[in-house]
């Protein structure tokens, strides 16, 4: 697949983007990303918007400015962090066609959350991707629900779309890109409909809309391959919030191309570092072309050798198995961003190995 040109940079596909949810990723920094191979990241629009605002976030410039991250950035709609607050609790909010009605303190006062402002806060952003506002459901979720969710999405993706072309009018250069979200829960007709609907009105890539877990937490793959075959081919498929490495393998052969997920960095804080097994093969989909590292094994403890001889990363290309079982035990804050910078490269070469086979 071709890579998806963005204003700052070209993202190779498959690609995966580490979650940097308010503008930073979780006990490591931007710089040890450099050489992983992975390219943008993943930032939170909802919590942005809270903290510390889409105004003062234009004011320094826009997140790479504000940030000092020179990659392609993606912002989420903010949609899904408001569905899954009012769907636990109805107090905070309702869903209405003009848009999202939201109460942070379950009072008085209120946010209106509509397609327009969404828009609007991501250009404040600056983002190089943009996703439309879209209503999220749960498979589980009965039909009616479901339908509601398919005729919401496609009427707010047309207005994201005209707010979007609005303010790219007359935009020099390379502008921003726009994707569109398939819903439809574990409903095919209702997928393979948001999906067409949606290219009528025409959006840069499109991703997975809903929840992949069913109420018993279980993994529906089923969901995840309608909504795939929703998406136009010519266009990137998004897979938001999914990121194992074996769900990545899975996906790929689907027909996704690119990822988000926090699994890397807080697997790396809970000690838990991925390592290849040397000699499988990487397209196994049980995920067993893979290890985990556990950092506080005993057995590590005189153990001079990089967690992974074959990784570059800055734990393995400069400190041992030994010293980052030390820095745990110790409770030092360069455990967590050695352990993270680790994990990142793992999804980095990943990465690179399922473009070259794909």
Same mark, same amino acid.
């Given at each position: 697949?071709?890579?998806?040109?963005?204003?700052?940079?070209?993202?190779?596909?498959?690609?995966?983007?580490?979650?940097?949810? &308010? =503008?930073? !990723? $979780?006990?490591? @920094?931007?710089?040890?990303?450099?050489?992983? +191979?992975?390219?943008? #990241?993943?930032?939170?629009?909802?919590?942005?918007?809270?903290?510390?605002?889409?105004?003062?976030?234009?004011?320094?410039?826009?997140?790479?400015?504000?940030?000092?991250?020179?990659?392609?950035?993606?912002?989420?709609?903010?949609?899904?962090?408001?569905?899954?607050?009012?769907?636990?609790?109805?107090? &905070? =909010?309702? !869903? $209405?066609?003009? @848009?999202?009605?939201?109460?942070?303190?379950? +009072?008085?006062?209120? #946010?209106?959350?509509?397609?327009?402002?969404?828009?609007?806060?991501?250009?404040?952003?600056?983002?190089?991707?943009?996703?439309?506002?879209?209503?999220?459901?749960?498979?589980?979720?009965?039909?009616?629900?479901?339908?509601?969710?398919?005729?919401?999405?496609?009427?707010?993706?047309?207005?994201?779309?005209?707010?979007?072309?609005?303010?790219?009018?007359?935009?020099?250069?390379?502008?921003?890109?726009?994707?569109?979200?398939?819903?439809?829960?574990?409903?095919?007709?209702?997928?393979?409909?948001?999906?067409?609907?949606?290219?009528?009105?025409?959006?840069?890539?499109?991703?997975?809309?809903?929840?992949?877990?069913?109420?018993?937490?279980?993994?529906?793959?089923?969901?995840?391959?309608?909504?795939?075959?929703?998406?136009?081919?010519?266009?990137?498929?998004?897979?938001?919030?999914?990121?194992?490495?074996?769900?990545?393998?899975?996906?790929?052969?689907?027909?996704?191309?690119?990822?988000?997920?926090?699994?890397?960095?807080?697997?790396?804080?809970?000690?838990?570092?991925?390592?290849?097994?040397?000699?499988?093969?990487?397209?196994?989909?049980?995920?067993?072309?893979?290890?985990?590292?556990?950092?506080?094994?005993?057995?590590?403890?005189?153990?001079?050798?990089?967690?992974?001889?074959?990784?570059?990363?800055?734990?393995?290309?400069?400190?041992?198995?030994?010293?980052?079982?030390?820095?745990?035990?110790?409770?030092?804050?360069?455990?967590?961003?050695?352990?993270?910078?680790?994990?990142?490269?793992?999804?980095?070469?990943?990465?690179?190995?399922?473009?070259?086979?794909?």
């Amino acid at each position: 697949m071709a890579d998806l040109i963005t204003r700052h940079g070209p993202v190779p596909l498959p690609n995966f983007f580490p979650d940097a949810t &308010y =503008g930073a !990723i $979780r006990a490591t @920094g931007f710089e040890d990303m450099e050489g992983s +191979g992975l390219t943008g #990241l993943v930032m939170n629009s909802y919590h942005l918007m809270n903290r510390p605002g889409p105004k003062a976030i234009k004011a320094m410039g826009g997140l790479n400015a504000f940030t000092g991250f020179s990659g392609p950035i993606l912002t989420d709609s903010g949609g899904f962090q408001l569905y899954s607050l009012i769907r636990e609790n109805p107090a &905070y =909010g309702e !869903i $209405r066609p003009g @848009g999202i009605i939201f109460r942070p303190d379950m +009072g008085r006062e209120k #946010l209106d959350f509509t397609p327009e402002k969404c828009i609007q806060a991501q250009f404040q952003y600056g983002s190089d991707i943009m996703m439309a506002l879209d209503v999220c459901t749960a498979p589980d979720d009965p039909y009616e629900v479901q339908k509601r969710s398919v005729d919401l999405t496609v009427a707010w993706g047309r207005r994201c779309r005209e707010a979007f072309d609005t303010l790219t009018a007359g935009m020099r250069g390379q502008r921003p890109l726009l994707f569109g979200i398939v819903q439809g829960g574990a409903d095919r007709d209702l997928r393979i409909e948001c999906g067409k609907r949606l290219e009528e009105i025409g959006f840069d890539g499109y991703g997975f809309g809903g929840w992949p877990l069913d109420a018993d937490g279980r993994y529906r793959e089923d969901v995840l391959r309608y909504a795939c075959e929703a998406m136009p081919d010519h266009k990137p498929k998004y897979a938001m919030g999914l990121g194992r490495p074996e769900e990545i393998v899975r996906l790929v052969k689907m027909g996704y191309s690119l990822f988000d997920c926090v699994i890397p960095t807080r697997e790396a804080r809970h000690q838990r570092l991925y390592v290849f097994k040397e000699g499988e093969e990487i397209w196994r989909e049980d995920g067993k072309f893979y290890a985990f590292h556990y950092a506080l094994d005993e057995r590590h403890a005189r153990d001079s050798r990089p967690v992974d001889e074959t990784c570059a990363c800055p734990l393995c290309s400069g400190h041992s198995r030994a010293y980052l079982y030390h820095l745990f035990k110790i409770g030092d804050a360069q455990a967590l961003r050695l352990a993270s910078a680790h994990n990142l490269f793992f999804y980095g070469r990943l990465m690179e190995r399922l473009r070259e086979g794909a």
